[in-house]
């Protein structure tokens, strides 16, 4: 079930795709003209819920909604100029990667993204390889939620923080040490960071806050601050924002040498 209560953080802001490096701008905004999306989800609680988020970022916004494929690909044939689609990967009459897959060859114009209960690195990816441009669990918190969301429609790609934090599927921060491990297999040898350093690095790129990063290292919070201006100096970037990019350019770069 979709988590309407607010949420600490906003990892919603530091988005971006294996498969195109891109991160805002992509060239899809729907500024300054109706927007029409589908909603695909089984679930009528789950819809009206989306519905309300969605309004309350564009409400002006055509909202369409459907239980499952077969009504989909009815609603798109008789309005096919839709311009988001949001798909549950869970629904009665077909599965959401089958979906997915149809409808970026259907629909290739319109664009696709994911929401659902799984927060598997693996249904990720997947989805994101099919052509999805965006994948949110459903565990997501408002705040967060509409953040997610905000960012799609202004053209940018959202993708789960712990997805680009972590190597295993949906794993969580849980021992410094086995995120500094993961870290360093990823970033370029010459990097020059502290074992330290990639700690508040792995909590930065799950849209932690200095403070939140300062809690659970134990550290004092301008500490954390001189840490994360080193991150930026030895990574070459200046915000959060490109730190997540370059990282998890990285690490998609390690996985496709291994594959």
Known sequence: MINLEDAPGRAATQCFSPRTKVLLGCGRAYRGRLMKILLIDD???????????????????SILEAADCRRSMQLL???PDVDLILLDLTLP????FSMLADLRERYPSIAVVVLSASNDRRDVARALDIGALGYIPKTTGREIMHSALQLVFSGGIYIPPEFLASREPSSQYSAPQQTTADF???LPPDHDLTGRQIEVLALLMQGKSNKAIARTL???????????????KALDVS????????????GSNLSARKS
Request: proline residues 2%.
């Open 93 to 96: 009459d077909g599965d959401g």
């Open 218 to 232: 134990s550290l004092a919070e301008p500490t954390v601050k001189n840490h994360i201006t080193a991150i930026f």
């Open 239 to 250: 915000s959060r924002t490109e730190a997540v990019i370059k990282v998890a350019k990285a």
């Open 184 to 186: 360093a297999r990823i």
């Open 43 to 61: 679930h009528v609680l789950i819809r009206e819920a989306l519905r309300g988020v969605i309004k309350e970022i564009r409400d002006d916004a």
């Open 77 to 79: 044939e008789q309005q």
